[in-house]
């Protein structure tokens, strides 16, 4: 069965760093663009980045730009989101998502596969 997994969430202190990875199994993750989505809670799941398959484009929402970065490794199938500078309402639970191309938006039905979410928790 073709699925994502993600790996790397837990708790930090405010200003702190993460790095979350997202690895795929049974599909050759080199073929799609990534997304990266966190729901909060009592919140709605928004879309926060995503990556061309190439990893020569990029996008993130206002919410993260400037503190996280995606990026990916083909070699190693894997796709990272390095954020820093952490904030208590960056706690949430974070999924990456599949989707055969690059778009700049978030919608979330034109994502082919999804993975389970990693915590992020954002505390002092």
């Known amino acids: 069965q073709s699925h994502l997994v993600e790996s790397g969430g837990g708790s930090v202190q405010p200003g702190g760093s993460l790095r979350l990875s997202c690895v795929s199994s049974?599909?050759?993750?080199?073929?799609?663009?990534v997304g990266w989505f966190r729901q909060a809670p009592g919140k709605e799941r928004e879309g926060i980045s995503c990556i061309h398959k190439n990893g020569e484009r990029t996008v993130y929402a206002d919410s993260v730009k400037g503190r996280f970065t995606i990026s990916r490794d083909n070699v190693k199938n894997t796709v990272y989101l390095q954020m820093n500078s952490l904030k208590p309402e960056d706690t949430a639970i974070y999924y990456c998502a599949a989707r055969p191309l690059f778009r700049a938006h978030f919608e979330e039905e034109t994502y082919d596969y999804w993975g389970q979410g990693t915590q992020v928790t954002v505390s002092s």
């Open positions: 049974g599909f050759p993750l080199d073929e799609y663009a």
